[in-house]
Protein backbone atom coordinates (compact mmCIF):
# COMPACT_ATOMS: atom_id res chain seq x y z
CA UNK A 1 0.00 0.00 0.00
CA UNK A 2 2.93 2.56 1.00
CA UNK A 3 4.64 1.86 -2.64
CA UNK A 4 1.14 2.68 -4.26
CA UNK A 5 0.97 5.51 -2.30
CA UNK A 6 4.54 6.81 -3.16
CA UNK A 7 4.10 5.64 -6.67
CA UNK A 8 1.03 7.85 -6.83
CA UNK A 9 2.48 10.72 -5.00
CA UNK A 10 5.40 10.95 -7.73
CA UNK A 11 3.11 10.92 -10.69
CA UNK A 12 1.15 13.36 -9.21
CA UNK A 13 4.36 15.35 -9.15
CA UNK A 14 5.71 14.80 -11.97
CA UNK A 15 1.97 16.10 -13.84
CA UNK A 16 2.48 19.27 -12.05
CA UNK A 17 5.75 19.69 -12.83
CA UNK A 18 4.78 19.78 -16.57
CA UNK A 19 2.12 21.67 -16.12
CA UNK A 20 4.18 24.05 -14.68
CA UNK A 21 7.08 24.17 -17.13
CA UNK A 22 3.98 24.17 -19.94
CA UNK A 23 2.19 27.39 -18.12
CA UNK A 24 5.71 29.20 -18.02
CA UNK A 25 6.49 28.42 -21.28
CA UNK A 26 3.74 30.28 -22.98
CA UNK A 27 3.96 32.95 -20.69
CA UNK A 28 5.87 35.90 -22.48
CA UNK A 29 9.28 37.12 -21.31
CA UNK A 30 9.07 40.86 -20.96
CA UNK A 31 12.87 41.43 -20.45
CA UNK A 32 15.30 41.69 -23.54
CA UNK A 33 18.91 41.04 -23.67
CA UNK A 34 20.46 44.42 -21.62
CA UNK A 35 21.01 47.55 -23.11
CA UNK A 36 24.42 48.25 -24.33
CA UNK A 37 26.78 51.15 -23.73
CA UNK A 38 26.66 52.51 -26.87
CA UNK A 39 22.72 52.30 -27.13
CA UNK A 40 21.98 53.80 -23.36
CA UNK A 41 24.36 56.62 -24.52
CA UNK A 42 21.81 57.36 -27.61
CA UNK A 43 18.86 57.18 -25.35
CA UNK A 44 20.58 59.41 -23.07
CA UNK A 45 21.39 62.19 -26.27
CA UNK A 46 17.61 63.17 -26.94
CA UNK A 47 16.95 63.71 -23.00
CA UNK A 48 19.84 66.18 -22.76
CA UNK A 49 19.03 67.86 -26.05
CA UNK A 50 15.55 68.37 -25.05
CA UNK A 51 16.57 69.69 -21.73
CA UNK A 52 19.05 72.16 -23.49
CA UNK A 53 16.57 73.29 -26.10
CA UNK A 54 14.02 74.55 -23.02
CA UNK A 55 16.78 75.92 -20.99
CA UNK A 56 16.44 73.31 -18.50
CA UNK A 57 19.36 71.25 -16.48
CA UNK A 58 18.88 67.76 -15.59
CA UNK A 59 21.25 64.29 -14.74
CA UNK A 60 20.04 61.52 -16.92
CA UNK A 61 20.43 57.49 -15.95
CA UNK A 62 20.37 54.55 -18.19
CA UNK A 63 19.89 51.58 -16.01
CA UNK A 64 19.62 47.83 -17.47
CA UNK A 65 16.24 45.56 -16.92
CA UNK A 66 17.99 45.06 -12.88
CA UNK A 67 18.67 48.61 -12.57
CA UNK A 68 22.21 48.21 -12.12
CA UNK A 69 23.65 51.77 -13.79
CA UNK A 70 24.96 51.19 -17.37
CA UNK A 71 25.14 55.40 -18.20
CA UNK A 72 24.81 58.11 -16.43
CA UNK A 73 25.11 62.38 -17.38
CA UNK A 74 24.28 65.56 -15.09
CA UNK A 75 24.39 68.91 -16.83
CA UNK A 76 26.21 71.73 -15.46
CA UNK A 77 24.74 73.57 -12.66
CA UNK A 78 22.23 70.46 -12.00
CA UNK A 79 21.30 70.02 -8.23
CA UNK A 80 23.15 67.60 -6.51
CA UNK A 81 20.04 65.80 -5.42
CA UNK A 82 19.35 64.93 -8.75
CA UNK A 83 21.88 62.60 -9.28
CA UNK A 84 20.47 60.28 -7.34
CA UNK A 85 16.75 60.84 -8.23
CA UNK A 86 17.42 60.02 -11.65
CA UNK A 87 18.98 56.31 -10.85
CA UNK A 88 16.07 55.89 -8.69
CA UNK A 89 13.73 57.21 -11.43
CA UNK A 90 15.05 54.64 -13.57
CA UNK A 91 15.29 51.75 -11.42
CA UNK A 92 11.97 52.14 -10.61
CA UNK A 93 10.62 52.04 -14.12
CA UNK A 94 13.10 49.27 -14.93
CA UNK A 95 11.99 47.19 -12.09
CA UNK A 96 8.57 47.42 -12.20
CA UNK A 97 7.98 47.30 -15.76
CA UNK A 98 5.94 51.18 -16.17
CA UNK A 99 6.64 54.57 -16.04
CA UNK A 100 7.29 56.09 -12.89
CA UNK A 101 3.61 58.42 -13.81
CA UNK A 102 2.12 54.96 -12.98
CA UNK A 103 2.82 54.86 -9.49
CA UNK A 104 2.62 59.14 -9.27
CA UNK A 105 -0.86 58.66 -10.33
CA UNK A 106 -1.99 55.45 -7.76
CA UNK A 107 -0.72 57.65 -4.96
CA UNK A 108 -2.57 60.59 -6.22
CA UNK A 109 -5.41 58.65 -6.33
CA UNK A 110 -5.42 57.91 -2.41
CA UNK A 111 -7.33 54.68 -0.80
CA UNK A 112 -5.59 51.48 -2.03
CA UNK A 113 -3.01 53.75 -4.21
CA UNK A 114 -1.04 54.40 -1.53
CA UNK A 115 0.07 50.98 -1.20
CA UNK A 116 2.54 52.05 -3.73
CA UNK A 117 4.58 53.43 -0.20
CA UNK A 118 5.08 49.98 0.89
CA UNK A 119 6.41 48.64 -2.40
CA UNK A 120 10.50 48.74 -2.23
CA UNK A 121 12.12 50.56 -5.06
CA UNK A 122 8.71 52.25 -6.32
CA UNK A 123 9.29 55.76 -7.13
CA UNK A 124 6.31 57.22 -6.92
CA UNK A 125 7.28 60.28 -8.95
CA UNK A 126 7.14 61.13 -13.03
CA UNK A 127 10.01 61.32 -14.78
CA UNK A 128 11.72 57.53 -15.28
CA UNK A 129 10.50 55.28 -18.74
CA UNK A 130 11.13 51.58 -19.53
CA UNK A 131 12.99 51.31 -22.78
CA UNK A 132 11.55 48.96 -25.12
CA UNK A 133 13.45 47.35 -28.00
CA UNK A 134 12.10 44.65 -30.34
CA UNK A 135 9.22 44.44 -28.48
CA UNK A 136 11.15 43.69 -24.98
CA UNK A 137 12.34 45.71 -22.30
CA UNK A 138 16.09 46.43 -22.40
CA UNK A 139 16.54 48.53 -19.79
CA UNK A 140 14.95 52.73 -18.20
CA UNK A 141 15.25 55.83 -18.62
CA UNK A 142 15.00 58.45 -15.41
CA UNK A 143 15.19 62.71 -15.57
CA UNK A 144 15.58 64.63 -12.78
CA UNK A 145 16.08 67.91 -12.07
CA UNK A 146 13.45 69.76 -13.75
CA UNK A 147 9.71 69.93 -12.71
CA UNK A 148 8.78 66.18 -12.71
CA UNK A 149 6.60 67.07 -15.90
CA UNK A 150 9.88 68.36 -17.15
CA UNK A 151 11.94 65.32 -16.56
CA UNK A 152 9.13 62.64 -17.99
CA UNK A 153 9.41 64.74 -21.33
CA UNK A 154 13.33 64.75 -21.34
CA UNK A 155 13.43 60.80 -20.55
CA UNK A 156 10.44 60.29 -22.97
CA UNK A 157 12.52 61.53 -25.63
CA UNK A 158 14.95 59.06 -24.77
CA UNK A 159 12.97 56.05 -24.10
CA UNK A 160 11.36 56.67 -27.77
CA UNK A 161 14.28 57.66 -29.90
CA UNK A 162 15.39 53.53 -29.24
CA UNK A 163 11.86 52.22 -30.53
Known amino acids: MTRKLALGCYVVL ?4 S ?6 AQMPNPY ?5 VDDAKKAAAPAIAEAKQNH ?3 AVAVVDPSGTLVYYE ?6 TGSADVAIDKARSAARFKRPTKAFQD ?8 LRVLALQGAVPVEGGFPIVMDGKIVG ?3 ASGATSAQD ?7 ADSLK
Open 14 to 17: ILAV
Open 19 to 24: ATQSLW
Open 32 to 36: GAPIS
Open 56 to 58: WTI
Open 74 to 79: KMDNTQ
Open 106 to 113: ALAAGGEG
Open 140 to 142: AIG
Open 152 to 158: AQCSKAG
